[in-house]
């Protein structure tokens, strides 16, 4: 068990730039969760998928934010013309079961400028 | 009112002494709740999970849920200056997702 990856680790880019994320998570964890987290703030929920069904959007997920997990396997996050305020680390986690402990990866840092 | 209400801190204990640190919650149908700590520049790790009233222990941890008040609470013995971190709470409700505090920052002072 070699728990959730997440790449890349830290990401610096442009204002108008696209960037997309990778996780992998806990092989047999058919979970899949993405969180965003400021300075000083908790984690805030994205989004998440069982299998390779997205099950719920946060209002926080803009039309320039999307996400797939097309094999049910490793997803991705999409962040289109990339603002500012994104700026954030990325988190994602994965669990087995539902409302069962999520276990969070290493997270990747975006610093948009 | 938040979803969940944590004190920012910092909570600076001397080393060896217990650390409480206290969550509360606005949702009374949550139902699971989890404790994670925080280093700075790091992901959360999972401390403890407790479902039910009553206390659960794991090592120096104890995690104190009343569902009834709710509140839930973390207990940290013989606080170590490696337990310095952020502490942070966290609920499921009626979906999977879950919905964290600010947390609380813990200084242990040799």
């Known amino acids: 068990d070699t728990g959730v990856s997440q790449d890349p680790r830290h990401k610096i880019t442009k204002r108008g730039q696209n960037v997309t994320f990778r996780c992998d998570p806990i092989s047999e964890h058919n979970r899949l969760y993405w969180y965003r987290q400021t300075l000083g703030q908790g984690p805030e929920f994205l989004t998440y998928f069982q299998n390779e069904a997205q099950l719920e959007k946060s209002r926080l997920l803009s039309d320039r934010f999307s996400a797939e997990r097309p094999k049910g396997s490793f997803s991705t996050l999409e962040i289109q013309r990339t603002e500012q305020g994104d700026s954030a680390m990325y988190l994602c986690a994965s669990s087995p079961l539902s409302r069962e402990t999520q276990y969070f990866g290493p997270g990747t840092r975006l610093l948009v400028l | 009112q938040k979803e969940v209400e944590q004190n920012s801190g910092p909570l600076s204990v001397p080393e060896g002494a217990i650390a409480s640190l206290n969550c509360t919650y606005s949702?009374?149908?949550?139902?699971?709740f989890f404790w994670y700590r925080q280093y700075s520049g790091k992901s959360p790790e999972l401390i403890m999970s407790?479902?039910?009233?009553g206390d659960k222990e794991d090592g120096r941890f104890t995690a104190q849920l009343n569902k009834a008040s709710q509140y839930v609470s973390l207990l940290i013995r013989d606080s170590q200056p490696s337990d310095s971190a952020t502490y942070l709470c966290?609920?499921?409700?009626?979906?999977?997702?879950?919905?964290f505090g600010t947390g609380t920052r813990l200084q242990v002072f040799p």
């Open positions: 949702d009374r149908g949550s139902q699971s």
């Open positions: 407790i479902y039910s009233n």
């Open positions: 966290a609920v499921n409700r009626d979906t999977d997702k879950l919905i």
